[in-house]
């Protein structure tokens, strides 16, 4: 076992971008914003703490580092982000559509609604100021039957409620805008979805994360997890094959794929959780495809696992289409495969009948709470599990993680401090 004390010094043997700054708080020279924590904690711990960190967030997805981000910069005490791989970002957050969302589709009152629509506005207002590339696209939601068309109603109607701008469009009027999209009943609007260079908000928010004090510590996989009786948690790491042992007063659990796992760790085995895995194939056009230039979803069918097979496009313009829905047994099942092909080109030629020949592309996973046929539209589980104060788990971060990031990080410091 390896102390955090030799920890540091093992640090410069490790290449860089393995290991950076990882540095202890040093318990003989108190820092004064370090007790202001104590003493907001006082809840969490009856005795001063001698915890080797303040808070330590288990992933460097796109939710752990805008949570990391968030406590760095609005919290006193030390922060570290704990992530098994050698760079941030390299699970789902950056095998996703890219697109910022507007929030109408998710069930009234859940938490996905709520964080989707104000994580928007703190995403545009952040890649303004920090200069992250982002365009709003616009998108359409289209419908081809009456019946779709009821549906569309259905996400007008609580988008509207909820404030978010949407607009309908007749059928002449997109033709005219969109010549090469078939739309057929109608379709809804909504000006305000964009998509954004996911890989550079995530530098962005690393770089802000440790511009504020924050450390991180990257190829360092949590294994196992022990409450302390005086407070906090002792997290068993290995990093390079060495074991470790880091103490926090708090613990965020933003392990993604790997946050059920890891959650589980701090239950009893009768309330231990299962994953389930819905993966999403994304095809590109072998030739030049049509001409579009705004995003393009099919009317939405309740309980299909995702938002249909859409199509997006990436800030040079370049057309994609997916992802589509296939459930399976591993979070490793990443090969991009035709299996599928056939049945998601008969899905984007119900939108885009000039179409051509596809290829496979990439997969994202979809951790799903529930399995296939479970109830629709599960919402975020974003708790303290009972008789665990000091520890948020962050469970099914699927869409709209990416746009809901920065709320969700709001709303983890809320559940701790507020
Ligand atoms: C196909 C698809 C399309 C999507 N499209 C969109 C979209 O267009 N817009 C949108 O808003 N959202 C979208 N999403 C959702 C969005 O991508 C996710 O919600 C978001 O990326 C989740 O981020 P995360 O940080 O929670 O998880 P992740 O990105 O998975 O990060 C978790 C990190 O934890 C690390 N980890 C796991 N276990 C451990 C451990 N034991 N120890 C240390 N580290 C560990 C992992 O290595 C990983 O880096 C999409 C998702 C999918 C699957």
């Known amino acids: 076992m390896v102390s955090l004390a030799s920890l540091t010094l093992r640090a410069s043997l490790l290449p860089r971008a393995a290991f950076a700054s990882l540095k202890p708080r040093n318990p003989t020279q108190p820092n004064p914003s370090l007790r202001l924590v104590r ?63 507007n929030g109408a589709y998710y069930p009234p009152g859940s938490l996905k609604t709520r964080l989707c629509i104000k994580g928007r506005r703190l995403l545009y207002e952040y890649c303004e100021k920090h200069r992250v590339e982002f365009r709003k696209t616009g998108k359409w939601i289209v419908a081809q039957t009456p019946a779709q068309f009821s549906a569309l109603e259905g996400v007008y109607n609580h988008g509207t409620s909820h404030g978010i701008p949407l ?61 302390l009786s005086g407070g906090g948690y002792k997290l068993r790491t290995t990093t390079g094959g060495e074991e470790m042992e880091i103490t926090a007063d708090v613990v965020i659990n933003a392990a993604g794929l790997g946050a059920v796992k890891v959650g589980n760790m701090i239950l009893p085995k009768e309330q231990h959780r299962k994953l389930y895995y819905a993966k999403g194939t994304y095809y590109v056009p072998l030739n030049k495809p049509p ?45 991009a495969t035709e299996k599928n092909m056939v049945a998601a080109k008969e899905a984007i030629r119900s939108y885009l009948p000039g179409i051509g020949d596809l290829r496979p592309d990439y997969c994202g996973m979809r951790p799903k709470l529930q399995p296939r046929g479970g109830v629709a539209g599960v919402d975020f589980w974003i708790k303290k599990e009972e008789g665990q104060e000091a520890w948020v788990n962050l469970l099914g971060i699927e869409s709209p993680g990416l746009t809901s990031s920065l709320a969700i990080a709001e709303y983890v410091d809320e559940l701790l401090y507020k």
């Open 291 to 335: 001409k579009v230039s705004t995003l393009i979803y099919p009317a939405p069918v309740p309980g299909a696992g995702g938002l249909g097979t859409h199509l997006t496009m990436d800030l040079g313009g370049n057309l994609r289409f997916g992802p589509d829905v296939e459930w399976v047994d591993r979070e490793d099942d990443l090969i």
């Open 167 to 227: 607009r309908w469009l007749s059928v002449s009027e997109t033709s005219t805008r969109e010549p090469a999209i078939r739309c057929e009943a109608g379709a809804l609007e909504s000006p305000e979805t964009g998509i954004i260079d996911s890989h550079s908000y995530m530098q962005s928010l690393l770089g802000s994360f440790t511009e504020a004090g924050g450390d991180i510590a990257l190829g360092c996989n949590v294994t196992g997890v022990e409450k």
């Open 39 to 101: 003493r907001t904690l006082a809840s969490l711990s009856s005795s001063a703490s001698s915890n080797d960190f303040t808070h330590v967030i288990i992933g460097g997805g796109v939710v752990g580092l805008a949570v990391s981000r968030h406590l760095a910069k609005h919290r006193a005490g030390s922060t570290l982000l704990l992530e098994r791989h050698n760079a941030v970002g390299t699970e789902t957050s950056s095998r996703n559509s890219e697109v910022i969302h």
